[in-house]
């Protein structure tokens, strides 16, 4: 078992900078991917950015040289920097952890951080 809970978010003016954080608990060497994903209103829930192990990121291309997602070197914390964020940023944003197991791989999923950018 994985727990995550999200920090920071908020209202930010348009072209203003936000961190949004997430610490992860229980099992976390089991971890070896984390990311995160953003539900705008109305909208799916889409893939914002996410790193694993293996040394591989992507990247969303709305989000590709804007954001950037960031770890420890414990894999128990990471964060996404968002600059000039833009009003169509506004969404949930949730971070996941993706777990290997013996048994199999899993997602956890985080309770979500609202940021909300302001024209």
């Known amino acids: 078992q994985v727990q995550l809970v999200e920090s920071g978010g908020g209202l930010v003016q348009a072209g203003e900078s936000l961190n949004v954080s997430c610490t992860a608990s229980?099992?976390?060497?089991?971890?070896?991917?984390m990311g995160w994903y953003r539900q705008a209103p109305g909208k799916e829930r889409e893939l914002v950015a996410e790193?694993?192990?293996?040394?591989?990121?992507n990247y969303a291309l709305s989000a590709e040289g804007r954001f950037t997602i960031s770890r420890d070197n414990a894999w128990d914390m990471w964060s996404l920097r968002m600059l000039s964020l833009k009003r169509e940023g506004t969404a949930v944003y949730c971070c996941?952890?993706?777990?290997?197991?013996?048994?199999?791989?899993?997602?956890?999923w985080g309770q979500g951080a609202q940021v909300t950018g302001s024209s």
């Open positions: 996941r952890a993706g777990v290997k197991t013996v048994v199999g791989s899993y997602g956890y």
């Open positions: 790193t694993d192990r293996d040394g591989r990121t």
């Open positions: 229980g099992s976390v060497t089991s971890i070896y991917a």
